[in-house]
């Protein structure tokens, strides 16, 4: 995969999905989210087990790259924030876990990704900020994630005031999972993923997907369709291998990840 604006690199199970526009502070330009939803893609349909999203330099992302917007038309702005959300949902859609490693700022597009991964793990010197409040432009879509994770009042105070939060208030929040010290960010990571990706990557799969779909059904439908997703996925090879394994009292032994 040759990208210019991110790094895509494989260890072992896991692929790191780094944004590498330290110069711009990983600002989401147009072709840069291009690349990204061309690598999750692409590691999506691999056989890497995790996904950690990462950003070089001093900040996480600034959010989106405003030399994209301050000239476009209605039409070309409109098309930038279709294909930002496209990256935003593929991040819930790929089968993989997508664990974004978070230090220095998060804010407006750049909070979005934190808020559309499945997890998050932040350095103590993160902040997060949906600034358009305090700005001209107010963070409408990054608010569409962040609102999931936060809450209506605590989204309402971030997006009115425009203000930074902390990353131990963000973990407060519901915004991020865990909070370290930033030298042990990379180790956390490591253990979120090794954590998360336990199991079958089968099931995982089909079970990070109806999470997603069931989310923000009421209550009977959700029940409705959890049932019929538990049931079906009941006779997968390795949900019959995780119950014999079970009863047997041995190690399971999953299908790998095709």
């Not at 409109?78 to 859609?93: D, H, K, N, P, Y």
């Not at 079970?246 to 095709?258: A, G, H, I, M, V």
Request: hydrophobic share 45%; proline share 4%.
């Amino acid at each position: 995969m040759g990208f210019e604006h991110i790094l895509v690199e494989r260890s072992g199970d896991f692929a790191t999905i780094t944004m590498n526009r330290p110069q711009k502070r990983n600002a989401l330009s147009l072709d840069h989210m291009r690349e990204l939803i061309q690598a999750f893609s692409e590691v999506g349909e691999s056989s890497a087990l995790g996904i950690v999203l990462a950003g070089n330099g001093p900040v996480f992302s600034a959010g989106h790259d405003f030399a994209d917007v301050v000239d476009d038309d209605l039409s070309g702005v409109r098309a930038l924030l279709v294909t930002c959300t496209e990256l935003m949902t593929l991040m819930q859609q790929v089968p993989q876990p997508v664990v974004a490693r978070v230090h220095g700022l998060a804010t407006a597009a750049g909070c979005q990704l934190v808020a559309s991964a499945d997890l998050a793990v932040a350095g103590e010197d993160a902040g997060f900020a949906a600034p358009g409040g305090k700005g001209g432009w107010f963070c409408h879509t990054p608010m569409v994630a962040i609102a999931r994770n936060v809450g209506r009042k605590r989204a309402a105070e971030l997006a009115l005031s425009g203000d930074v939060i902390d990353a131990r208030t963000a973990l407060d929040w519901g915004l991020v999972n865990r909070v370290v010290p930033a030298v042990q960010l990379d180790s956390a990571v490591q253990d979120m993923l090794e954590r998360v990706t336990r199991g079958s990557a089968e099931g995982k799969g089909i079970g990070k997907q109806a999470l997603y779909a069931q989310i923000d059904l009421d209550q009977p439908k959700a029940y409705a369709y959890a049932i019929e997703v538990m049931a079906a996925t009941s006779q997968l090879p390795d949900a019959r291998e995780g119950m014999h394994a079970f009863l047997e009292k041995r190690k399971p032994r999953w299908q790998p990840r095709s």
